[in-house]
């Protein structure tokens, strides 16, 4: 019998060759490598510019193409975006052209651009909060930013942002604190809560201590499986396949869509599958040699052809699995089946 992700997977791959997906649904933008913090897990290393960044009139001219397409969604997210001059002024660009946006920030930098960001009637932010005060201090090494994110939170709800996201790196030190970052964020008008696991990429690459270990993983599992009937509260993605707590942690089988109904345009112009994975080898074009809607149009055949580990082809959850999240299988991380395949206590 095929699984419902093989055929899931099947019918996309098909619908799109007949020319029934024809665009991206959605489109993120990593518009800088430039931050303001060096946080512990960044999975691009964030910190200078890089020296070839785009152009106001060259992401412009991909979101020209992104409407002629059809894209629904455009997403923006750095390093920290708000270092960009003309953030805004991309932004509302992408608003006028009927795009659906959102931007994602540490917030340091909210308290002086109040009246630009309640002018654009952002769709969806998102911001991040990786733990309670110290910790989340630790992480990010910048000592008022847990304020800082409290207030933006306020302020979003404020000017009536719909979508009010917090994005949490669950790492060993903080999942203790997961219901008092719930409590906190929540009732200041959050209304979506993004869990996610550090990736062994970028700067995370060579530090273990922000990885939990497997009975902390379930541990993370029962918490999401507690809250999320209250709250919307979502797993990453990378988090691949979780076989028997797949279906209760998530709304519906894991299927990653990537290069399928969506797309990533890194900081340089290079177009990828998918917005975690920052590899050149998978790149399938950049905006200064074609234009967006050439690379779209062609394929993400090289996202789509990463191999699967030798474990993961003989591995029984194959069918259901596939491998899972194909940047985790690139960067050859841990499968978490090692913390679910005999743990399940739903």
Not at 17 to 25: A, H, N, R, T, Y
Not at 148 to 173: G, H, L, N
Not at 227 to 251: P, Q, T, V
Not at 309 to 330: E, F, R, W, Y
């Amino acid at each position: 019998m095929i699984s419902r992700n093989k055929c899931k997977k099947f019918m996309f791959k098909a619908a799109k060759q007949l020319g029934f997906i024809d665009s991206p649904v959605s489109v993120q933008w990593i518009s800088t490598h430039s931050c303001n913090f060096s946080c512990e897990h960044c999975m691009v290393n964030a910190g200078k510019p890089l020296e070839n960044e785009l152009q106001t009139d060259e992401i412009k001219k991909a979101i020209d193409d992104m409407v002629e397409l059809g894209v629904k969604y455009f997403a923006v997210a750095g390093g920290e975006p708000l270092l960009r001059k003309d953030i805004f002024e991309v932004l509302s660009y992408a608003k006028r052209k009927g795009l659906r946006i959102s931007l994602s920030t540490n917030c340091s930098l909210i308290h002086l651009h109040k009246a630009e960001i309640e002018n654009l009637k952002l769709d969806a932010i998102m911001v991040s909060l990786d733990g309670l005060k110290n910790n989340h201090q630790r992480i990010r090494g910048e000592n008022n930013n847990f304020e800082e994110v409290i207030e933006s939170i306020k302020f979003f709800k404020k000017i009536k942002i719909k979508k009010i996201a917090v994005s949490t790196i669950v790492y060993k030190s903080n999942l203790e604190e997961l219901e008092e970052i719930r409590d906190v964020i929540f009732p200041l008008g959050c209304n979506h809560w993004y869990i996610n696991l550090p990736r062994p990429e970028g700067r995370a690459k060579t530090k273990e201590w922000l990885f939990p270990n497997p009975i902390q993983i379930i541990n993370l599992f029962k918490f999401i499986e507690e809250n999320r009937n209250k709250y919307k509260i979502d797993i990453c993605s990378e988090a691949g396949y979780l076989g028997k707590w797949n279906n209760i942690l998530r709304n519906n089988s894991f299927f990653c869509s990537c290069g399928l109904i969506s797309c990533a345009i890194m900081a340089n112009g290079d177009i990828m599958a998918c917005p975690i994975f920052d590899e050149n080898p998978y790149k399938e074009g950049t905006l200064r040699d074609k234009s967006f809607k050439e690379i779209w149009t062609a394929g993400m055949k090289k996202f789509q052809s990463i191999p699967l580990s030798s474990d993961c082809k003989t591995c029984i959850h194959n069918p259901n699995c596939l491998g899972g999240c194909k940047v985790m299988q690139a960067l050859k991380a841990p499968c978490l089946k090692e913390a679910w395949e005999n743990n399940f206590q739903g």
